[in-house]
């Protein structure tokens, strides 16, 4: 009886762990990854949907719908950042979808290495349009709910392609008509895609 129940016993205990492995792999979802393809080379994210779940489904909408696909990085700052994802050669802009709530209070840092969305002096504008910080920019953090303190939402990070990200910040800039720090020899997102297992 008593080697029936020791028997009993260990059958449970080995079938616990097993369980509970299931249970959290089941929970557990790895952060969805992007390719951006420049001409100049490619660029790979992670993005954080855990902290930014909002920012990382709204840029994912535009990525799947091949929306970035034929953009530039049409704002070009040396020390600062690359903006990109809202405009074809010749500046000409292209329509966005709705804003995303802004979600600069996640806790996320920009810093050098990071994506974050672009906006305008809106806090809660930003749609489709995103930058690259090429250094750290804590003044670009979130401090209050304010319209000066909001600060822009940091939704992932560059995981390779940080020499690709710095031959973009190394390109030559222009102004054409109101826009500055613009490349003057267009630097093309050829695509943007899901990378996939």
């Known amino acids: 009886m008593k080697k029936l129940i020791r028997l009993f016993f260990l059958s449970i205990v080995s079938i616990l762990p097993l369980g509970v492995n299931g249970a959290n792999a089941a929970i557990k979802t790895e952060n969805p990854r992007v390719r951006i393809t420049t001409g100049l080379g490619a660029i790979e994210l ?14 994912l909408a535009y990525v799947e719908r091949g929306y970035y696909n034929g953009t530039v990085f049409h704002r070009v700052i040396p020390g600062f950042m690359i903006q990109g994802g809202g405009f074809v050669p010749g500046m000409r802009e292209k329509t966005t979808g709705v804003p995303v709530k802004n979600e600069a209070d996640n806790g996320l ?3 050098a290495g990071t994506i974050a969305m672009a906006r305008t002096s809106d806090p809660q504008s930003a749609s489709a349009q995103f930058f690259i910080n090429t250094v750290d920019n804590p003044a670009l953090d979130h401090r209050d709910k304010t319209t000066s303190g909001w600060g822009y939402a940091v939704f992932g990070k560059v995981t390779k392609g940080l020499d690709v990200m710095k031959k973009i910040e190394s390109v030559s800039t222009h102004t054409v008509g109101s826009f500055q720090n613009v490349p003057v020899k267009d630097v093309v997102i050829e695509k943007v895609e899901l990378i996939k297992k």
């Open 46 to 59: 992670e993005l954080n949907a855990d902290k930014a779940p909002q920012t990382v489904k709204n840029f």
């Open 109 to 111: 840092k920009n810093a």
